[in-house]
């Protein structure tokens, strides 16, 4: 089945430092989403990339969805405490849209001050 | 609106006891899914559904059953609890078409002693 696979595990740095996480799929994805779960929390949806090459930006947040549509990436730029919690990145299954979501293990990422 | 209510946010069962998980959204989705959270692991689908009478397994489903009677509700039922399933569970529904992803409830906390 499909398999979505993320890197690294764990990040941690200095606030004010850059951070990005990886994400890659054994399969191409229609679409592929990031979301964040802040410590105790629930996961949140960040955002959807659809587009071959597809690059967004949310503030200090940059998003990128590979030409192959097998590869995704988010950075941050100038970390800060706020961002703290892990980073999922998710794709469909199978080919269809949205039904079924496989999520990579996610990246932990702490800020330290 | 209440968005994704699931009940209880804490459980503790005995080894061979049946419960149910509710979960109940108020946004018309037509996507419900379950995901259970194990540390390093990330979230993992148990089961989704795409509409009311219609259900699927996901990657981890065996242990456990759903049924979607209605649009609202996506109950899940563990039928002889195990240690195994010490987890965390969240539930989470979407639109059909939609690019702002799925919605998550703040989770319930099982742990089967």
């Known amino acids: 089945g499909q398999q979505v696979m993320q890197i690294p595990q764990y990040q941690h740095v200095q606030e004010g430092e850059d951070f990005t996480t990886y994400c890659n799929s054994s399969?191409?994805?229609?679409?592929i989403q990031w979301y964040k779960q802040r410590p105790g929390g629930h996961p949140v949806f960040l955002i959807q990339?659809?587009?071959?090459?597809e690059v967004k930006k949310q503030k200090r947040l940059t998003f990128q969805f590979g030409e192959a549509k097998k590869n995704s990436s988010l950075h941050i730029t100038a970390t800060q405490t706020t961002d703290v919690g892990t980073y999922f990145c998710?794709?469909?299954?199978?080919?269809?849209?949205?039904?079924?979501?496989?999520f990579g293990q996610g990246t932990i990422l702490t800020v330290h001050p | 609106n209440a968005g994704v209510t699931q009940t209880p946010k804490f459980q503790v069962l005995k080894t061979g006891q049946s419960m149910t998980l509710q979960c109940a959204q108020d946004?018309?989705?037509?996507?419900m899914s379950w995901y259970r959270q194990d540390p390093g692991m990330g979230l993992r689908l148990i089961h989704y559904?795409?509409?009311?009478?219609?259900?699927d397994q996901g990657e981890v489903p065996n242990g456990y059953n759903v049924s979607r009677s209605t649009t609202e509700d996506f109950p899940l039922r563990l039928l002889s609890a195990a240690p195994s399933q010490t987890s965390v569970y969240f539930c989470?529904?979407?639109?059909?078409?939609?690019?702002?992803?799925?919605?998550f409830g703040s989770g319930t906390r099982l742990t089967v002693v």
């Open positions: 989470a529904s979407s639109y059909r078409i939609t690019g702002n992803g799925y919605t």
């Open positions: 399969t191409t994805l229609s679409n």
């Open positions: 990339l659809v587009k071959s090459g």
């Open positions: 998710a794709g469909p299954a199978g080919g269809t849209s949205y039904g079924k979501l496989t």
């Open positions: 946004m018309n989705h037509e996507y």
């Open positions: 559904s795409v509409g009311a009478g219609i259900t």
